[in-house]
């Protein structure tokens, strides 16, 4: 064993002991779900995890597409370095990964499946129910495992005229509470972008526009609102989601990625489907968590499917970063353990195993003991 893997090991090791000292707390509801072994096995060796919700499959798209874009994107995430972990409730048990047979279970299901935010979780459970998980279910789950980083096509937001139906989506909250990062291509465009922004102000979560200044409208590269904060690489976006999770700050991070140029669809028509579609829903009474899938699924007529193939470009796009930034903060979080002091207890006493930056270089091939750890 090479002292850079042995070193790593004990990484790992010390992070189980610290949760073992914490008690409960970091625990709590663990035993309640179902995690996929590769990604029980990706988590307990510190390797990169990204989460995905499951609402894209049961009420984004239709049947068989749901399932092949569902696939795709899991594949990017492999092919880049990191472990997908899909997350559904089925048969009222909160999944954390789910197998092939399971997907397409979900993809079946389709609308059956509940569309399914932290307010619906223990309903669901507890009638043992089906609930495809919306942005706010999926980051709830994947922060109670430990995964940081969760991939969507696009977040809720404060809906349009939302400051007098005070129709606000729970993925906001959630952003105020949770600490995971979302890669996301923004807020969709069917929202009111400038609120939504100035609610995640008030929650204190760090929004960040990647490659840009300005913050992505979903279908379209920018939403002529600009953010505080751009990064341009996998590792700056890693080395702020470190930064928010050791300060314990408490929220997530919003990072923005713009649609590929060539996935982009004509702003104006997007906006002029919206805004036809906005009318029939108020004409039809479509409110509440049934107005998002009526809008998108409309946009998508309205638009002859251009909305639905950019949605799926989009999704595909932010898994990419996604991988790529769970890989940056997995490998970040290997070299900060292994730099810093590793302490921890036994019932029997107390051992503190210290490695500095230069006690990295010892060779195990010239004795320096290495392979003994």
Not at 53 to 64: N, R, V
Not at 103 to 124: E, S, Y
Not at 178 to 198: F, N, Q
Not at 228 to 235: G, K
């Given at each position: 064993?090479?002292?850079?893997?042995?070193?790593?090991?004990?990484?790992?090791?010390?992070?189980?002991?610290?949760?073992?000292?914490?008690?409960?707390?970091?625990?709590?509801?663990?035993?309640?779900?179902?995690?996929?072994?590769?990604?029980?096995?990706?988590?307990?060796?510190?390797?990169?995890?990204?989460?995905?919700?499951?609402?894209?499959?049961?009420?984004?798209?239709?049947?068989?597409?749901?399932?092949?874009?569902?696939?795709?994107?899991?594949?990017?995430?492999?092919?880049?370095?990191a472990v997908p972990a899909t997350i559904a409730i089925l048969d009222g048990v909160p999944c954390i990964g789910l197998s092939n047979e399971e997907l397409q279970r979900l993809a079946n299901l389709g609308k059956k499946a509940?569309?399914?935010?932290?307010?619906?979780?223990?309903?669901?459970?507890?009638?043992?129910?089906?609930?495809?998980?919306?942005?706010?279910?999926?980051?709830?789950?994947?922060?109670?495992?430990?995964?940081?980083?969760?991939?969507?096509?696009?977040?809720?937001?404060?809906?349009?005229?939302?400051?007098?139906?005070?129709?606000?989506?729970?993925?906001?909250?959630?952003?105020g509470r949770t600490p995971v990062a979302v890669i996301s291509a923004g807020v969709k465009s069917i929202l009111d972008i400038p609120r939504t922004l100035e609610y995640l102000e008030t929650q204190g979560v760090p929004v960040?526009?990647?490659?840009?200044?300005?913050?992505?409208?979903?279908?379209?590269?920018?939403?002529?609102?600009?953010?505080?904060?751009?990064?341009?690489?996998?590792?700056?976006?890693?080395?702020?989601?470190?930064?928010?999770?050791?300060?314990?700050?408490?929220?997530?991070?919003?990072?923005?990625?713009?649609?590929?140029?060539?996935?982009?669809?004509?702003?104006?028509?997007?906006?002029?489907?919206?805004?036809?579609?906005?009318?029939?829903?108020?004409?039809?009474?479509?409110?509440?968590?049934?107005?998002?899938?009526?809008?998108?699924?409309?946009?998508?007529?309205?638009?002859?499917?251009?909305?639905?193939?950019?949605?799926?470009?989009?999704?595909?796009?932010?898994?990419?970063?996604?991988?790529?930034?769970?890989?940056?903060?997995?490998?970040?979080?290997?070299?900060?353990?292994?730099?810093?002091?590793?302490?921890?207890?036994?019932?029997?006493?107390?051992?503190?195993?210290?490695?500095?930056?230069?006690?990295?270089?010892?060779?195990?091939?010239?004795?320096?003991?290495?392979?003994?750890?």
């Amino acid at each position: 064993m090479s002292s850079s893997s042995a070193l790593s090991r004990l990484a790992n090791l010390q992070k189980h002991f610290h949760r073992t000292q914490q008690g409960s707390k970091d625990n709590i509801g663990r035993g309640h779900v179902k995690i996929a072994p590769e990604v029980s096995n990706a988590l307990s060796h510190g390797r990169a995890v990204v989460a995905l919700e499951s609402t894209i499959i049961s009420h984004g798209m239709p049947y068989p597409q749901n399932l092949e874009t569902a696939k795709e994107v899991e594949s990017i995430i492999k092919e880049n370095g990191a472990v997908p972990a899909t997350i559904a409730i089925l048969d009222g048990v909160p999944c954390i990964g789910l197998s092939n047979e399971e997907l397409q279970r979900l993809a079946n299901l389709g609308k059956k499946a509940q569309k399914t935010a932290r307010r619906d979780i223990p309903h669901i459970v507890a009638t043992r129910g089906n609930g495809a998980t919306t942005v706010s279910a999926s980051m709830f789950f994947a922060s109670m495992v430990g995964i940081p980083v969760f991939v969507t096509g696009g977040i809720g937001g404060v809906h349009r005229h939302g400051e007098n139906t005070m129709d606000i989506s729970s993925d906001l909250t959630e952003l105020g509470r949770t600490p995971v990062a979302v890669i996301s291509a923004g807020v969709k465009s069917i929202l009111d972008i400038p609120r939504t922004l100035e609610y995640l102000e008030t929650q204190g979560v760090p929004v960040v526009a990647y490659k840009a200044q300005e913050f992505p409208a979903f279908f379209t590269e920018s939403s002529g609102c600009e953010v505080p904060c751009r990064l341009d690489s996998p590792e700056e976006c890693a080395q702020l989601i470190h930064a928010s999770i050791k300060l314990r700050l408490g929220a997530g991070v919003l990072i923005g990625v713009p649609i590929p140029k060539e996935h982009a669809a004509s702003g104006s028509l997007i906006e002029s489907a919206i805004q036809r579609a906005l009318k029939e829903a108020r004409d039809n009474k479509v409110t509440g968590n049934a107005e998002t899938p009526f809008l998108l699924a409309r946009v998508n007529e309205l638009t002859g499917g251009a909305s639905l193939a950019a949605n799926i470009a989009l999704v595909k796009n932010n898994a990419l970063l996604g991988a790529k930034i769970a890989v940056a903060l997995a490998n970040l979080r290997q070299r900060k353990s292994i730099a810093t002091c590793i302490s921890f207890k036994s019932k029997f006493g107390s051992i503190v195993l210290q490695f500095r930056g230069h006690a990295l270089n010892m060779d195990s091939d010239k004795g320096h003991g290495g392979s003994a750890l």
